[in-house]
């Protein structure tokens, strides 16, 4: 199978694109500065120079390809409003739909459980009602994404799949120790809870969407099995007194943050490998 991933030199690129070669697939990454990708050249990915920027430079990318797996965005932190906006939503469209005349037979598409806000009363599910005016332009543009690639898939039959990322983490990501100084600012509370993903199952979520017959149109969560509270989390690192508040306020909504998995697990056979972060933590996997 020919495979073409972009984004394949950021957090989840990186360590997805190893792991696809080993596993024998024809890997060509799309990339703006070939530098950068010579880690995934060393190993046999195939180099392709664009941009999704340059509109004109994405055809050639998925001439020939079985497959996209779309996971380049930029993320939350962030603060150019409109190149997020630019990157998440025009990118993505223009790349499925160049995917789509090219011929390609399957579109998996990285999103982020940031789509869901919170109050559900219960862990978020695929069906839940989410907001393409979202305040959030991280949140905001990979709505408005999924919006418009069910469209394609449901007015033209394009084969297009969905994940939605919990927390992403492990095989040595700085994720954590970056988002640590940000929950202060950003006013969580110790007893918040977060739900993660390991890498190794990042992959495992991405091959069986890949893979698994009958799943166009559809959207998944994937998680782990166990949230951790941003307490644990802080004291992990040696850093709860710098992170939180002495006095806090009541904790309004214990779901806030929590990913229902039933969907995948029952469509796919999802089981996670690491089914937590102390086991990451345990296994020497962080």
Known sequence: MKILVTGATGKVGSRLVPRLLAKGYDVSVFVRDAAKASALAALGAKVIIGDLYEPGTIPAAVTGMDAVIHLAALFRTFTDDEGIVKTNREGTIGLANAAMAAGVKRFVFASTSNVYASGYGRPAREDEQVDVNDLRAYAS??????????????????????????????????????????????????????????????????LLLLHTEGLDGEIFNVADDAPITLYEL???????????????????????????????RSKTGFRPLVPSYYVARDLDIL
């Open 141 to 206: 543009s990979k709505i408005a994404a999924e919006k418009e690639l069910m469209l394609m898939q449901q007015n033209n039959g394009f084969d297009v799949r969905i994940l939605r990322l919990a927390f992403v983490y492990g095989d040595k990501d700085p994720h954590i120790a970056e988002i640590l100084p940000l929950l202060k600012k950003m006013k969580y509370l110790s007893g918040s809870r977060m739900h993660m993903v390991h890498h190794l199952d990042v992959a495992q979520a991405l």
């Open 234 to 264: 802080a004291d992990s690192f040696g850093k709860v007194a710098k992170t939180f508040e002495a006095e806090e306020p009541p904790l309004l909504d214990p779901f806030a943050g929590i990913l229902d998995t039933s969907k995948l």
